[in-house]
């Protein structure tokens, strides 16, 4: 007898051997059962899921000695018939080789008779989407009004070419791609009773590369069975692939997620020596990441449903290695990449990037976690306001800093008198010259605190010692630095340095933008400043009236709440305003 390949002796002859289509078979059954079979059927899937099969079946069913039943007999002569493709009752037609009109005119003068010896004849019309448009208009009286005895069944993996009079009189049935756990279970299963020896690696081998068609997934074994024998394992199915290990990919997984570029680099520069598909690879690995973003957003069930168990518990592992978002990032840049990679000169080069930018993906900051940050910043600095009452956070302490000589000379000539409470308090005397004199190591020492005042402090000048208090003085060239720079952590910082080198309490620290009539320490005047610098001072007016539209815009910014205490947490600045 002659050698009858795997996909044709192990196709199925039972509506239960169907694999992963239970929404159709379970339907199909019960209209059976029921006597609600209609005249015209539509099978619509990709290759290799059970849509001929399916057919075949359902004739079966229909014409079977004893039926009509969902279960037949598999023994009479119309069924072995059928199984066989002889049946005069049950015509399979190729739509790819009989797509004219005058192909459709026979089929009508036809359907008027009556079956030979079941009672329906059935039409099953392969790769229906080929027919031409004058042959589905032929087609379509027929079709809607048929004789009692005729049911027609058509398959095709391209609905979207039917036309729509066609589609509306047909009952559809969408067959999915059938899951690596099903098809890896049905090779399990034909492996056993051919007696081969296959390593689970290897069926799943076998199933990535069958892409959810089982029936590739069957004539790859087939294959595989001939060039090894009975025995077979990954590497057999990898060397004739061309597949990545299911290791490897892990390996090269957990690399990108953990933003590990040399390991990445070198797992594509070792699959690229060994002959691997790197458009293949892109495949595998966007499914991979497909997994772990489902899983992490959707949870076990949904997983389990679609993969091994060695591959669910991969999952597991790699899902904790990276938040959701990144992962959506990762699997955006290999989406991107598989789009391009076809038609790239360098497919390893388009890789290899994709993999450093999925990899800094993996491993920056998203935007949830920022805000996440932000919302728990938030809280603690509310927290320490309602107990301290202010809106700042607690200011760390300075370090150690020397002090500069000529500080200590003025400190023992300035002693401060003490209060009622045994607590120093500032003197109204030559504390602001004192002040003035050391302005620049001042500065230095707040911006341990808060780096950013430095920066606008250093064009600021004390110009008033009143009791606690002290009033620092900006340039009206320098105005924009009052902004910002007066916040409450600021005012903190520089407030705890001021009373350090006036060995005094200091209650509060006032900013103010002066004008020509103040004065800066050492009796110089602002209108003086302008006189010797025109051009610092002396500035055009419509110059001088944008700026001060701009200041008040910043104002209102900074005035609001939110973004107030965004600026305090983070310490930050406004640094432009867009429209």
């Not at 110009?463 to 002290?470: A, P």
Request: hydrophobic share 40%; net charge negative.
């Amino acid at each position: 007898m002659a050698y009858e390949v795997i996909a044709r002796k192990w196709r199925p002859q039972q509506f239960g051997d169907i694999v992963g289509q239970k929404h159709v078979t379970q339907t199909l059954t019960n209209a059976i059962q029921s006597d609600r079979v209609a005249h015209a059927y539509l099978f619509v899937g990709p290759r290799g899921v059970g849509k001929t099969s399916t057919a075949r079946i359902l004739a079966k069913a229909l014409n079977c000695r004893t039926g009509p039943t969902a279960e037949p007999c598999d023994k009479c002569d119309s069924c072995v018939e059928i199984m066989a493709g002889n049946n005069l009752d049950v015509l399979e037609i190729d739509a790819a080789s009989n797509t004219g009109v005058d192909n459709v005119r026979e089929l009508r003068e036809n359907v008027r008779y009556a079956p030979t010896r079941g009672p329906f004849k059935v039409y099953i019309i392969d790769e229906v989407h080929m027919l031409s448009g004058a042959a589905f208009n032929a087609l379509l009286k027929t079709l809607e009004e048929p004789p009692a005895h005729v049911k027609f069944v058509f398959a095709t993996t391209e609905p979207q070419k039917i036309p729509a009079t066609i589609l509306s009189r047909c009952q559809r049935f969408d067959l999915r791609r059938i899951s690596a756990r099903d098809i890896v279970n049905r090779l399990r299963e034909i492996a056993e009773a051919e007696k081969i020896s296959v390593d689970e690696d290897a069926l799943l081998a076998i199933a990535r590369g069958a892409e959810g068609g089982l029936r590739d997934a069957e004539s790859a074994l087939d294959q595989l069975i001939a060039f090894r024998g009975k025995n077979i394992k990954e590497e057999d199915v990898l060397a004739v692939f061309g597949l990545a290990a299911r290791r490897t990919l892990d390996d090269l997984i957990t690399a990108v997620l953990g933003g590990d570029v040399p390991k990445a680099i070198a797992l594509v520069d070792e699959l690229d020596e060994a002959g691997k598909d790197i458009q293949r690879l892109v495949v595998d690995l966007l499914s991979q990441f497909r997994s772990i973003l489902v899983f992490q957003y959707a949870g076990e069930s949904s997983v389990g449903q679609d993969l091994t168990e060695a591959q669910a518990e991969t999952v597991r592992g790699q899902a904790g290695l990276a938040e959701p978002a990144r992962v959506l990032r990762v699997v955006d840049i290999l989406t991107e990449t598989d789009n391009r990679i076809r038609y790239a000169l360098s497919k390893r080069a388009l890789l290899e990037t994709a993999l450093i930018r999925a990899a800094r993906a993996a491993t920056m900051v998203s935007l949830d976690a920022i805000i996440a940050r932000l919302e728990e910043l938030s809280a603690t600095v509310g927290g320490s306001s309602g107990s301290s009452g202010t809106g700042a956070p607690p200011v760390a302490d300075d370090p150690p800093t020397p002090v500069h000589a000529r500080h200590s000379a003025v400190r023992e000539t300035a002693a401060p008198a003490k209060a009622a409470d045994n607590k120093p308090v500032c003197k109204s005397g030559g504390e602001v010259a004192h002040l003035a004199q050391n302005w620049h190591d001042i500065v230095e020492r707040v911006g341990h605190a808060a780096p950013l005042a430095k920066n606008y402090l250093r064009d600021a000048k004390p110009i008033e010692v009143s009791g606690g208090s002290v009033l620092i003085g900006f340039d009206p060239e320098f105005a924009e630095n009052k902004e910002r720079v007066d916040f409450p952590r600021n005012r903190k910082a520089l407030q705890k340095v001021l009373g350090e080198v006036l060995h005094c309490e200091i209650s509060s620290v006032d900013f103010r933008v002066l004008d020509s009539k103040d004065t800066l320490p050492g009796d110089v005047k602002v209108a003086d400043i302008a006189e010797e610098h025109p051009r610092k001072i002396g500035r055009e007016p419509a110059k001088v009236e944008k700026e001060a539209k701009a200041r008040k815009t910043k104002e209102e910014w900074i005035n609001n709440p939110t973004v107030r205490k965004t600026l305090e947490t983070f310490n930050g600045d406004i640094v432009d305003i867009r429209e």
